[in-house]
């Protein structure tokens, strides 16, 4: 069972360049979250999506946008990288309101933004 | 502000209990999870509490006292394996888990 997959694993990335960073699960889950970790700080959240079709803002949305056109997809774009955003960035899914708020994670991305 | 503090690390010796702590204050309270997080790896789910009290699962329990915004993880017979960050997460109104910075644990033989 894949459970969540991220790709791509790492990346070093130009400041000013844009990427995309995806995330695939195949649980049926019908929330998926953006999270960011960074040394000293908690796993702070970037954009969420209850539903698909829909997303929200999280706590540290600037410089990324999201979109949900389907169940099992989550992708979060950087529009143009710049070095504040290096971090590793991790996506999770949850049956949130259905059965539990429990959160599954992926393997996460590493970025580095030069 | 939503705030969750954990201390920042612990060092135990294998075969002994150790206690992390964590208290809260958030908008809101809908349950307080704790997870794993081994370096270089994603977090996995460990507990969930939503009401007060003790709640066991093996070497490993988790208490809550929602009067006292207070949590703890306690695990037991420590081994070599359980060197990790130990993150707590309260669930606040808006159902979004807002996340201690964690709490990394160095086990000695």
């Known amino acids: 069972t894949a459970g969540i997959t991220q790709a791509p694993t790492s990346q070093i990335l130009a400041a000013g360049r844009s990427m995309t960073l995806r995330c695939t699960q195949d649980m049926r889950h019908n929330a998926m979250y953006w999270y960011r970790q960074d040394l000293g700080l908690g796993l702070r959240l970037i954009h969420y999506?209850?539903?698909?079709?829909?997303?929200g803002k999280g706590e540290v949305p600037d410089g990324y946008s999201v979109s949900r056109a389907n169940t099992d997809d989550f992708p979060l774009t950087l529009a143009s990288a710049v070095p504040s955003q290096t971090s590793v960035y991790f996506c999770a899914s949850s049956l949130a309101g259905v059965e539990s708020y429990e959160q599954y994670f992926g393997p996460g991305t590493r970025l580095t933004v030069t | 502000g939503q705030n969750i503090d954990q201390p920042t690390e612990m060092t135990a010796t294998e075969g002994a209990i150790v206690q992390i702590n964590c208290t809260y204050q958030t908008s809101g309270f809908n349950g307080l999870f704790w997870y794993q997080q081994h370096a270089g790896e994603a977090p996995t789910f460990l507990s969930y509490n939503v009401l007060d009290g003790l709640e066991e699962k093996g070497r490993f329990s988790s208490f809550l006292s929602r009067s006292k915004g207070y949590s703890y993880l306690l695990l037991k017979e420590l081994q070599m394996k359980d060197s990790a960050s130990y993150l707590c997460a309260v669930l606040d109104s808006n159902y979004q888990l807002i996340w201690g910075a964690g709490t990394k644990l160095i086990i000695k033989p």
């Open positions: 999506s209850n539903t698909a079709g829909t997303t």
